[in-house]
């Protein structure tokens, strides 16, 4: 698999190509933008979706997310702020990112963290 940098189809920031088993990824993203769009592109490759329908892409959504994000990262950060923007800047992520990762997570898992986050560990 390959990542190229060239303008993806439609104005999108990037897309799967599943025939050639490429990325292409928009030149002109910026750090954050190109870290995110290349890991959800990723999650296509991952589950080698072919066309774009809203299922595969919150799954590749939440798993691109599951990569970006380490819960420890995200309780460190939840501890100093609860906005949304403030904490996706702290882990160099894009907001939705931070969405699909609280998403993503099980019942148990948002249990720990939340515990984690108030100050009372398991």
């Not at 702020?81 to 609280?102: C, F, G, K, N, Y």
Request: proline share 6%; with cysteine; net charge positive.
């Amino acid at each position: 698999m390959r990542i190229i940098y060239k303008r993806p189809p439609n104005g999108w920031w990037g897309a799967w190509d599943p025939d050639r088993r490429r990325i292409l990824l928009h030149p002109d993203l910026g750090h954050i933008q190109r870290r995110s769009t290349a890991w959800h592109e990723l999650g296509h490759a991952h589950y080698e979706h072919v066309g774009c329908n809203p299922k595969q892409e919150l799954q590749a959504r939440a798993w691109a997310a599951r990569h970006l994000i380490r819960t420890q990262a995200f309780i460190d950060a939840a501890r100093i702020t609860d906005d949304l923007i403030s904490i996706a800047h702290r882990l160099q992520v894009m907001p939705d990112d931070v969405r699909a990762w609280e998403r993503s997570l099980t019942l148990d898992e948002l249990i720990h963290i939340r515990k984690e986050i108030n100050g009372h560990p398991d």
